[in-house]
Nanobody
Framework: QVQLVESGGGLVQAGGSLRLSCAASGRTFNQYVIGWFRQAPGKEREFVAVISRTGRNTYVADSVRGRFTIFRDNAKNTVYLQMNSLKPEDTADYYC?????????????????WGQGTQVTVSS
């Protein structure tokens, strides 16, 4: 089992940057694929990015490719989401999630462990 806590959200102007962190407890953090998802008001939760257990493999959604980067530091039990060139449409609550598997899933239903979320607001 793993507990996840997100941080780093806030208010930023369009074109700005934020780095979100997902800190995990537990000694088996490197056995979890970690995904980032977001949910805007009135919309369904959607996939943003995922990283493999070692961090060697990543995948990001088309909507953020070239602007967002996911990476992890297993020594610190933390996964990061670097968000650059932010747009108003990136405004949402951002969640990290853990899946005890080697498969880099992109579906919300595949993840068993979720953080409480951190809010990101991008003003135009």
């Amino acid at each position: 089992q793993v507990q996840l806590v997100e941080s780093g959200g806030g208010l930023v102007q369009a074109g700005g940057s934020l780095r979100l962190s997902c800190a995990a407890s537990g000694r088996t953090f490197n056995q979890y694929v970690i995904g980032w998802f977001r949910q805007a008001p009135g919309k369904e939760r959607e996939f943003v990015a995922v990283i493999s257990r070692t961090g060697r493999n990543t995948y990001v959604a088309d909507s953020v490719r070239g602007r967002f980067t996911i990476f992890r530091d297993n020594a610190k039990n933390t996964v990061y989401l670097q968000m650059n060139s932010l747009k108003p449409e990136d405004t949402a609550d951002y969640y990290c999630a853990g899946d005890y598997t080697s498969v880099m899933n992109r579906e919300v239903s595949e993840y068993d462990y979720w953080g409480q979320g951190t809010q990101v607001t991008v003003s135009s």
